[in-house]
Nanobody, 121 residues
Framework: QVQLVESGGGLVQAGGSLRLSCAAS????????MGWYRQAPGKQRELVAT???????NYAGSRKGRFTISRDNAKNTVYLQMNSLKPEDTAVYYC???????????????WGQGTQVTVSS
C-alpha cells in the first residue's frame, strides 16, 4: 500500500512564508512526476507546480518566483516553498505522485489527504 502524507500547512499573515512537505511511503517501485495542487472553497482543484524525477519543474500561472518546488528522491519527498503569500493563496494543498507500486503493473496517480493553508490579510 502506498501513502502520501503532507505536512507544513497552517495560518500565516500575508507576506509570510510556509514550506510544505509530502513524503511517499509504502510499496513503491518507482516515482515519476510529483506535484502540488490546491483547491480553494467553491473552486476546482488546480495545478500549483510539478517536478520530474530529473528535477525539471513546471509552475502554473504566476506562482513561479513566489513558489519553489523541489524533491529529494532518496526520501521520496517533495517540497513546496511558498513565499510572499497572499490571501488568495488560501486553499487545501494536495500532494500528487505518479508512481509505480510494487506488485501492481503500470503507473498510477496517488494523492495525499491535503493540508490547509490559510493566509490572513
Amino acid at each position: 500500500q502506498v501513502q502520501l502524507v503532507e505536512s507544513g500547512g497552517g495560518l500565516v499573515q500575508a507576506g509570510g512564508s510556509l514550506r510544505l512537505s509530502c513524503a511517499a511511503s509504502g510499496s513503491i517501485f518507482s516515482i515519476n512526476n510529483m506535484g502540488w495542487y490546491r483547491q480553494a472553497p467553491g473552486k476546482q482543484r488546480e495545478l500549483v507546480a510539478t517536478i520530474t524525477s530529473g528535477g525539471s519543474t513546471n509552475y502554473a500561472g504566476s506562482r513561479k518566483g513566489r513558489f519553489t518546488i523541489s524533491r529529494d528522491n532518496a526520501k521520496n519527498t517533495v517540497y513546496l516553498q511558498m513565499n510572499s503569500l497572499k490571501p488568495e493563496d488560501t486553499a487545501v494543498y494536495y500532494c500528487n505522485a505518479r508512481l509505480r507500486a510494487t506488485m501492481i503493473p503500470g503507473w498510477g496517480d496517488y494523492w495525499g489527504q491535503g493540508t490547509q493553508v490559510t493566509v490572513s490579510s
